[in-house]
């Protein structure tokens, strides 16, 4: 077994996973606009100092595409709880960003990956980085699934692409010339199979690392106690609190790596779903619709 890391680690208990909760809002609609289209949007909108901040913003980038949503209503506003959806990371990572329509979809049930600007329930990402931030979700589950697979082969193709992407000086690949550099320093040759496994979950643990830190705190989520037998009943319960839903997403993905979660791809529609070993190794379908969908199909062929 290889020790990954040395220094004191803090583990929590991930049995009752609804304690990791977190609410992320939803607004109404979301549409890709320009900076320019967005400003006239909101020229007519009460002014004032952090208003003006924002539209100077946009007219600064007034060719940039961005996914917007605007509600005046606080009613308008959906919450929901990304470490619910189990999935999520996997739809995140495998969503087609080179399609628009799928990026809006994405936005319209599950909210932007964090927040870019929000005024007044104006919520507003670059629709470049929600892209970027998809590409780099994707490469990670990728390497994991040739973990999984113990496909050595591929994972040697990847770093040497990745080594020459890191020449031309990509700023995205900082982490894995961190955990280069780590490797490296401990004198593990890449020609050792198990070097090159190590080498991927120290990159993956810096990503994951860079999303999550400073972004997921503890705090109490829920007060027991007894007003009768006080001493003995009292209890306060564990919650997390993420500040953006992409640590929320990264996080899930270290629970789905750390609780030796699979992927399984759904047989009507093709999207990857979790596949928890504990519970039934025979689901095939990613949802109720799927397998109803699936099933009517099958039913009308007949
Ligand atoms: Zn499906």
């Not at 780590?182 to 199979?193: A, G, M, P, Q, T």
Request: proline residues 3%.
């Amino acid at each position: 077994m290889i020790e990954l890391i040395n220094k004191t680690t803090f583990t929590f208990n991930t049995e009752k996973q609804n304690h990791l909760h977190m609410s992320w809002p939803i607004l109404k609609k979301y549409y890709i606009n320009t900076g320019k289209e967005i400003s006239e949007l909101l020229q007519n909108l009460n002014n004032n100092h952090e208003f003006d901040k924002l539209l100077s913003y946009l007219h600064q980038n007034p060719k940039k595409k961005f996914i917007h949503s605007m509600t005046h209503l606080e009613n308008k506003i959906k919450y929901y709880s990304p470490m619910k959806k189990k999935d999520l990371f996997l739809k995140f990572a495998y969503l087609d960003s080179s399609n628009n329509k799928d990026v809006i979809k994405f936005a319209d049930n599950h909210g932007l990956p964090k927040f870019e600007k929000t005024i007044y329930n104006n919520a507003i990402f670059p629709l470049h980085k929600f892209k970027d931030e998809v590409k780099t979700a994707n490469e990670l589950i990728s390497i994991y699934e040739l973990l999984l697979k113990d496909d050595i082969k591929e994972l040697k193709k990847i770093i040497k692409r990745k080594d020459k992407e890191n020449k031309k000086g990509n700023i995205s690949n900082h982490w894995w010339e961190i955990a280069k550099i780590e490797i490296e320093e401990r004198n593990r040759s890449l020609d050792k199979k198990q070097n090159v496994i190590f080498l991927f979950l120290l990159y993956i643990s810096k990503v994951i690392e860079k999303y999550t830190i400073n972004k997921i705190s503890p705090v109490f989520k829920q007060m027991k106690y007894n007003p009768n037998n006080f001493n003995k009943h009292f209890q306060v319960l564990p919650g997390w609190r993420c500040s953006s839903l992409l640590a929320a997403l990264y996080m899930q993905f270290y629970l789905f790596i750390t609780e030796n979660k699979e992927i399984s791809y759904c047989k009507f529609c093709g999207s990857p779903f979790v596949k928890d070993k504990s519970t039934r190794s025979d689901k095939k379908f990613c949802s109720n619709s799927c397998r109803v969908r699936n099933h009517q199909i099958k039913n009308s062929n007949k």
